[in-house]
């Protein structure tokens, strides 16, 4: 009898899959974006319909995506609603397998430890030690996510920085703030000839992130709550 994860394989595309698996997804250098399209929409009625293998299936999008990141740009809220899934697992994941190749994923473990590794580290060498010392001691997700608080908390400490609540996770947070600037940076040639109706879909997918800076500039200024924004979503 076929397993859960056997059915999805047989369901997937015939062309751009290179590899696919319990982990996640290789796909073809060659895969064009009209089939790239096809394969995350496909992934994500999948996700959708389907009652297991979440994680496989998030693992897949997210590897989709990442692909997506380097060739094609992708809606990763939208690509989220076809799917029933929260865009914030979306980015997650895409963040988790665009660190972590399919080749370097560990088949004795979750995708979840993946996740908290991923998550965590972004240096290929730190990544992989963690993966492996997971595999070695049998950690259970929960587990490895104290080791690895309890060791960046360490590191912090070690560095003169104040311990409090929620100080790891904002590091953490301020990491990934820093890998979203360096990715806009890099591709100003792109964001910059932007036509108007990418603009306004572009500042739609980044309320967030302005309701962040809002939140910040009235801390920093030291109010204790955000200004009200003038600006609507349309």
């Known amino acids: 009898m076929r397993t859960e994860v056997q059915r999805l394989i047989a369901e997937l595309p015939d062309t751009g899959i290179a590899s696919a698996g319990r982990l996640g997804l290789a796909l073809s250098p060659q895969l064009d974006q009209e089939a790239w399209r096809y394969l995350v929409a496909h992934l994500a009625r999948l996700t959708r319909t389907t009652t297991g293998a979440r994680q496989t299936l998030t693992a897949w999008l997210g590897d989709a995506l990442a692909y997506g990141e380097i060739r094609y740009r992708g809606r990763i809220a939208t690509c989220a609603g076809e799917a029933g899934l929260e865009p914030g697992t979306l980015r997650n994941a895409k963040m988790v397998c665009s660190r972590i190749p399919v080749s370097c994923r560990?088949?004795?473990?979750?995708?979840?430890?993946?996740?908290?590794?991923?998550?965590?580290?972004?240096?290929?060498?730190?990544?992989?030690r963690w993966l492996a010392l997971a595999e070695r001691e049998k950690l259970s997700t929960a587990d490895l996510r104290k080791r690895i608080r309890a060791h960046i908390a360490g590191q912090r400490q070690n560095h003169g920085a104040a311990a409090h609540p929620g100080l790891v996770e904002a590091f953490q947070l301020l990491r990934e703030l820093r890998a979203a600037c360096r990715t806009l940076d890099q591709r100003r040639d792109v964001w910059r000839r932007w036509p108007p109706g990418t603009a306004r879909m572009a500042l739609q997918e980044a309320k967030p992130l302005a309701d962040f800076i809002d939140r910040l500039r009235a801390c920093a200024l030291g109010s204790s709550s955000a200004p009200p924004r003038d600006i609507q979503d349309n």
Do not use: K, N
């Open 106 to 128: 560990h088949d004795a473990l979750s995708w979840t430890h993946h996740c908290e590794v991923g998550l965590a580290f972004a240096d290929p060498p730190e990544i992989e």
